[in-house]
Nanobody
Framework: VQLQASGGGLVQAGGSLRLSCAAS????????LGWFRQCPGKEREFIAA????????RYTDSVQGRFTISRDNAKNTVLLQMNSLNVEDTGVYYC???????????????WGQGTQVTVSS
């Protein structure tokens, strides 16, 4: 499974960005696809995930109500709409996929390259 993330950039606080993760290859083995981020000086953290069927969605508390994850079935793409961005959202955002449910944020074995999100004050 290959993942290609895109959509990062520079935005002012309060603004919005939409990230995209295009999946290719053996997507039939994918159970769900998640977004993670690594903020400066911090460890990588789980943000949101959606099952490949689209039936189950999860968010971490810090983005609940501001970020929306969705799937475009026709394009094998998962989107992360990020609204009301603040400076603390600055970081490198990664998409990842896994073949089974190993818990909230474990077992992700396929990773895309990161895309930088910078929120200015």
């Amino acid at each position: 499974v290959q993942l290609q993330a895109s959509g990062g950039g520079l935005v002012q606080a309060g603004g919005s960005l939409r990230l995209s993760c295009a999946a290719s290859g053996r997507t039939s083995v994918v159970y769900d696809l998640g977004w993670f981020r690594q903020c400066p000086g911090k460890e990588r953290e789980f943000i949101a995930a959606i099952t490949w069927s689209g039936g189950r969605i999860r968010y971490t508390d810090s983005v609940q109500g501001r970020f929306t994850i969705s799937r475009d079935n026709a394009k094998n793409t998962v989107l992360l709409q990020m609204n009301s961005l603040n400076v603390e959202d600055t970081g490198v955002y990664y998409c990842a996929a896994r073949r089974a449910n190993w818990g909230i944020s474990s077992g992700y074995e396929y990773w895309g390259q990161g895309t930088q999100v910078t929120v200015s004050s």
